[in-house]
């Protein structure tokens, strides 16, 4: 599966563009780097296969992946997609930025992406973790899918309004309630 890892059956597909500029670490052959440096920062992920990933991640160690996974070899984990070591062709840290979307150089990317085209429980998944810039990413993201100009379905839409809806109720992110209300006024049922 192109040692892209998805915890809880995601899928593993699509490409984002990186900039230059920032912290980075080149994995030659899978070796040479500490992965454990990244832990808890937000970072950028360029997959061997050139795709690029966004997000806030955690280092699972060999011996944890080994475990859960059932294959012995590091890596970081973006909400549920884990980058195991020899997939990853460099990593280049988010940290000193600093824009209108915080750490993050875009409103949202791929990570919320697939995890709206993966359904309900992948944008579950994402609404209610604990990383709120993940969720601040996920609601502009689903702004997109909901808008009926972007040209594809969103056959989520119904249980998308119902989970923002359990959102707002459990949400103190001023933020996070603007932004689903809004939602859900635009896009909601009439």
């Known amino acids: 599966m192109n040692g892209l890892a998805p915890v809880n059956n ?11 500029g920032r912290s980075k670490g ?22 061997t296969n050139g795709e690029v990933y966004d997000g806030i991640c955690s280092y699972n160690s060999a011996d ?5 996974y059932g294959r012995n070899e590091d890596g970081l984990q973006i909400l ?10 460099e990593v280049e840290s988010l940290e000193e930025h600093e824009g209108p979307y915080g750490k993050f150089l ?5 990570v919320e992406e697939m995890a709206v085209e993966d ?18 990413r996920m609601l502009r993201c689903l702004d997109k899918y909901f808008d009926p100009n972007y040209g594809h379905e969103f056959p989520w839409r119904y249980e998308t309004i119902g989970a ?6 459990v949400t103190k992110d001023e ?16």
């Open 80 to 89: 549920n997609l884990l980058f195991y070591r020899s997939d990853i062709s």
């Open 175 to 190: 933020y996070v309630k603007v932004a689903a209300e809004r939602l859900i006024t635009i896009w909601g049922p009439k």
């Open 119 to 136: 359904g309900i429980d992948g944008i579950v998944d994402v609404l209610f973790c604990d990383e709120k810039e993940h969720v601040h």
């Open 26 to 47: 080149r994995i030659p052959d899978g070796d040479g780097m500490d992965l454990r440096q990244y832990d808890g920062q937000c970072v950028r992920i360029t997959h």
């Open 106 to 110: 875009d409103g949202y990317g791929k």
């Open 64 to 68: 944890y992946n080994e475990h859960e």
């Open 164 to 169: 923002l809806h359990e959102l707002l109720n």
């Open 10 to 20: 995601q899928s593993s597909t699509g490409m984002m563009q990186g900039k230059n």
